[in-house]
């Protein structure tokens, strides 16, 4: 601020701030690394309390599975009107209009009563056939991953303290124990994301010495995507690199046995080209 200072000035910069750091979409990798989510989707949908499992809560129960499923499809939305239409198409598409209607306003009905007993500061509101969720500033472990991850990649990929935090938020594939056709998209989306981003810390532990560090993580990463040649070149590198050659032939080997018994295919010509180099260099005969 400028001198002299006016209190009218000084009142107005200090709603300002006030108002950025209320507003979880203002945050920095910092505070979305360290913010709850109020719902969590990967893996499964999860409603909780204050952005914890409230000790003795009893589980967020749906009446039916297709007013969840269309709380999910509201929720991927992030507070964007949806048609009705497209509600109707992706949620009761083998129904008759009338029917999926009926279907329609039965499951928001049921939402709402369930957000009047847990979370009353969420709406579902409707305007002009089209509905939305107003969460009220509240926050999803989806949003906090895929802003995180954004602004680490803007950043320059720095900072893995923080970013060790956000991939903590990945429990498992988007919505992935519901099986919902429209989020399909949106889970290969976050997988790739995720699977970028953990690859990206385990080249950066392999360039900085932290080699055993890098293998952990990336055998971790192997168990996700057993079929990735990427994983099983950075694997067989940071065998190399720790002088372990027997593990790397058996990785290897293990790969190879994974995508012929259960793809019928072979290792991509560069992750064999890698093998042959290292057996060639420094693995016994």
Same mark, same amino acid.
């Given at each position: 601020? #400028?001198?002299?200072? !006016?209190?009218?000035?000084?009142?107005?910069?200090?709603?300002?701030?006030?108002?950025?750091?209320?507003?979880?979409?203002?945050?920095?990798? *910092? %505070?979305?690394?360290?913010? /709850? =989510?109020?719902?969590?989707?990967?893996?499964?949908?999860?409603?909780?309390?204050? *952005?914890?499992?409230?000790?003795?809560?009893?589980?967020?129960?749906?009446?039916?599975?297709?007013?969840?499923?269309?709380?999910?499809?509201?929720?991927?939305?992030?507070?964007?009107?949806?048609?009705?239409?497209?509600?109707?198409?992706?949620?009761?598409?083998?129904?008759?209009?009338?029917?999926?209607?009926?279907?329609?306003?039965?499951?928001?009905?049921?939402?709402?009563?369930?957000?009047?007993?847990?979370?009353?500061?969420?709406?579902?509101?409707?305007?002009?056939?089209?509905?939305?969720?107003?969460?009220?500033?509240?926050?999803? +472990?989806?949003?906090?991953?895929?802003? *995180?991850? /954004?602004?680490?990649?803007?950043?320059?990929?720095?900072?893995?303290?923080?970013?060790?935090? #956000?991939?903590? @938020?990945?429990?498992?594939?988007?919505?992935?124990?519901?099986?919902?056709?429209?989020?399909?998209?949106?889970?290969?989306?976050?997988?790739?994301?995720?699977?970028?981003?953990? /690859?990206?810390?385990?080249?950066?532990?392999?360039?900085?010495?932290?080699?055993?560090?890098? %293998?952990?993580?990336?055998?971790?990463?192997? $168990?996700?995507? =057993?079929?990735?040649? +990427?994983?099983?070149?950075? #694997? @067989?590198?940071?065998?190399?690199?720790?002088?372990?050659?027997?593990?790397?032939?058996? !990785?290897?080997?293990?790969?190879?046995?994974?995508?012929?018994?259960?793809?019928?295919?072979? =290792?991509?010509?560069?992750?064999?080209?890698?093998?042959? $180099?290292?057996?060639?260099?420094?693995?016994?005969?």
């Amino acid at each position: 601020m #400028l001198k002299p200072v !006016h209190a009218r000035r000084l009142s107005k910069t200090l709603d300002r701030i006030a108002a950025t750091l209320a507003d979880p979409r203002s945050s920095s990798l *910092g %505070v979305a690394a360290e913010q /709850s =989510p109020k719902v969590r989707c990967f893996q499964k949908l999860e409603i909780l309390e204050d *952005g914890q499992e409230a000790v003795g809560a009893k589980p967020f129960k749906w009446r039916t599975l297709k007013s969840q499923e269309l709380f999910s499809f509201l929720l991927q939305h992030e507070g964007e009107w949806v048609s009705k239409e497209q509600l109707l198409d992706a949620l009761w598409p083998e129904y008759h209009l009338d029917k999926a209607v009926v279907h329609l306003h039965t499951s928001i009905y049921q939402i709402r009563k369930a957000l009047k007993e847990r979370m009353q500061d969420t709406k579902l509101e409707y305007n002009l056939d089209r509905y939305r969720l107003n969460c009220n500033g509240w926050i999803t +472990d989806v949003e906090l991953f895929e802003r *995180g991850i /954004s602004e680490w990649a803007a950043s320059g990929s720095g900072g893995t303290p923080r970013i060790e935090s #956000l991939l903590a @938020l990945y429990r498992g594939n988007y919505l992935e124990e519901h099986d919902y056709p429209w989020a399909y998209a949106k889970r290969e989306k976050l997988r790739n994301m995720y699977l970028a981003c953990a /690859s990206e810390l385990a080249r950066e532990e392999l360039r900085s010495g932290r080699t055993r560090q890098s %293998v952990q993580r990336l055998l971790n990463l192997q $168990q996700r995507e =057993p079929y990735s040649d +990427d994983i099983c070149g950075l #694997l @067989l590198t940071a065998y190399a690199q720790l002088g372990d050659y027997t593990a790397a032939q058996k !990785h290897y080997e293990s790969f190879v046995r994974i995508l012929e018994d259960e793809l019928g295919i072979e =290792p991509q010509q560069v992750t064999h080209q890698l093998y042959v $180099q290292l057996k060639t260099q420094t693995l016994p005969a």
